[in-house]
Structure formats: structure tokens, C-alpha cells
């Protein structure tokens, strides 16, 4: 019976992972997140998420199971009626269309209904959040499947007024830029030297380093190098996520399965600007890849 139910609710809403449900952060007069910004995620501390993989057991046989469904299942991308929920306003799509003709280049609206995200793989049943059925209830977005994606596989989440990230096997930095326009953006423009320079991780180690300064904020040039920024309706944004290739293996309803395999992992450099931003906290961007590399291969076990 508990497992009929679950399905139901999957079919019905499907499902994403999650930010955890604390209370919301209050952004600090300085502009830095609060601590509440770090437990975004699958777990309170994501060094400690990444050292649970090695207590994981081995990847079997896979063995089908309906919420492993490529097209229906818990990782399949938004479909063009769900997406038409958070449909992005035709003003914005006329203002930038010779932009979005370009390669790399997308818009997508993100919800601010950040109750409608759980802490774990479903999405909250309320009546606010039952017409979000896209994976990660439009609030998380991956620009390597340029689709919404559970937060766990996001490259972008929105939280409470926050935009930042805390995937599986991630390594994410954020940057604000500041009133530069998309348009002008590259690799070369300013503030983006730092992410063009950060290194992958080795290690558990050099992991739990790279977390620590990312959570602190690091200035490089007169730019905050961050986990989580403010969300300001005008500004640019550029971010680094390294989306390691490797395991991690998860289970359900005791069929085994490695994650990892219904993602596509990349290394990838994006810029975005916040060009809409609405009375529910919903946030237009409008977006451009400036780097997509082949990412490491990261190997935690011993």
C-alpha cells in the first residue's frame, strides 16, 4: 500500500530532491548569506555526503523499476505542457530573440515557491505545489540538460529569495558581476578570472577546502566568490559547476542503481541575467554557456 501511494504521487507530481526545509535565509546587510544557505542539499554537510558514497554498496545488475523511467520517471526533463506553468513572458522572449538564436544560449523562469521542495525525492502535496510537476517543482535548473532538474542534479537553484547550488558530486562557485549586460559577457570580461582559474578537486580533502572557502565567500578582484548569492532583478550572475563523473550509487524500493547514470556531467562555465522578477519571487534568466568541457572523473574510495 505504502509503495502504491508513493507512485501515485511521483505520477502525479513527479519528484526532485531537495533543499532542506529551514527556515528561510535572510540575506545579510553586507550582502553574504547567512549559515542557514549551507544546508542546502541531500544532506546537512556535503563533505559528509560525499564520504557516505563510500560506504554505498556496489552498483548491481539494474533492474527496472517505474520511477527509473527515462521519459516518466524520477530523471526525465520537463515536458512542454509542464513548462508552459512557469511560461516565460512573450516580451522577453521578442526582446532577446536574435540572442537566443545563438548557441548555448536559453531563458527559463524559476519558481520562488521554495515550499514546494522537500527533503527528499517528492514534491510537496499541497495544493500551491500540485500543478508544479516538473522535476525539482521548477525551482532547480540544469544547463547541461538545459531542463529543470531535481535539485541534487541542478546547476541552479532558486531558494527563498537565494540563488546557489549544492549538488552530487558537484564542485560550484557563484559570482555577481553586477549590472554587465548578457549580451557582453565572455570569458574575458571582468570577474571572470577566478572561476576560469579554479581547479577540480583531487580528493576528500581538497573537497572539504574548496566547500569551506565557497561557504565563507572568497573576494578575488573586487568580486565575492560564493555558494549562494542574493537574487537582484537586473543583475548578471556567472557561476562554475565541475559535474564530476563517478558514482553514486541509490536505491529504490530495494532495486540498486548508480545516479550518475541518468545524468550528463559536465564541466561547465554559464552566465545568466535576472531580467524578470515577479510578486511570487519567481525569477526570469536569461542564459549562456561559455565553456563546456569534458569534467574529471572523481574517485573517492580508497
Known amino acids: 500500500m505504502q509503495y502504491k501511494a508513493l507512485i501515485l504521487v511521483v505520477f502525479l507530481l513527479s519528484s526532485v530532491e ?3 526545509q529551514s527556515p ?3 540575506p545579510r ?4 548569506p547567512n549559515s542557514q544557505l549551507t544546508s542546502l542539499g541531500d544532506e546537512n554537510d556535503r563533505f559528509n555526503r560525499l564520504r557516505s558514497i563510500e560506504k554505498l554498496s556496489p552498483k548491481k545488475a539494474p533492474t527496472y523499476h517505474p520511477l527509473l523511467d527515462r521519459k516518466s520517471g524520477l530523471y526525465r526533463t520537463a515536458t512542454s505542457e509542464e513548462m508552459q506553468l512557469l511560461a516565460v513572458d512573450e516580451s522577453h522572449t521578442s526582446k ?3 540572442f537566443l538564436k545563438q548557441p548555448g544560449t536559453g531563458i527559463v523562469k524559476l519558481s520562488g515557491e521554495s515550499s514546494c521542495i522537500s527533503d527528499g525525492d517528492l514534491v510537496v502535496a499541497t495544493e500551491r505545489c500540485i500543478a508544479l510537476k516538473m522535476p525539482g517543482a521548477g525551482t ?3 544547463f547541461r540538460v538545459e531542463s529543470y532538474r531535481m535539485p541534487r542534479l541542478a546547476d541552479l537553484v532558486l531558494f527563498k529569495g537565494m540563488f546557489g547550488a549544492d549538488a552530487v558530486l558537484q564542485q560550484f562557485t557563484l559570482v555577481k558581476l553586477g549590472s554587465v549586460i548578457i549580451e557582453d559577457v565572455t570569458l574575458e570580461t571582468d570577474g571572470m578570472k577566478y572561476l576560469t582559474a579554479v581547479l577540480p578537486i583531487q580528493n576528500r580533502d ?3 577546502a574548496f566547500d569551506a572557502e565557497m561557504t565563507k565567500g572568497v573576494e578575488s578582484g573586487g568580486f565575492v566568490y560564493r555558494k549562494g548569492h542574493p537574487v537582484v532583478y537586473g543583475a548578471t550572475y556567472a557561476l ?8 553514486y550509487p541509490r536505491s529504490i524500493d530495494g532495486v540498486e542503481y548508480d545516479e550518475m547514470d541518468y545524468d550528463k556531467r559536465r564541466d561547465i562555465i554559464v552566465a545568466f541575467q535576472v531580467i524578470g522578477l515577479d510578486s511570487a519571487g519567481n525569477a526570469t534568466i536569461i542564459w549562456k554557456r561559455l565553456r563546456d568541457v569534458d569534467s574529471p572523473k572523481l574517485e573517492l574510495k580508497k
Not at 29 to 32: K, Q, T, V
Not at 240 to 247: E, L, N, T
Request: charged content about 20%; glycine content about 12%.
Open 18 to 20: 531537495a533543499f532542506a
Open 24 to 26: 528561510g535565509p535572510t
Open 29 to 32: 546587510p553586507d550582502g553574504r
Open 96 to 98: 532577446y530573440s536574435a
Open 140 to 142: 532547480s535548473f540544469s
Open 206 to 208: 581538497s573537497f572539504a
Open 240 to 247: 562554475r559547476s565541475i559535474a564530476f563523473r563517478g558514482k
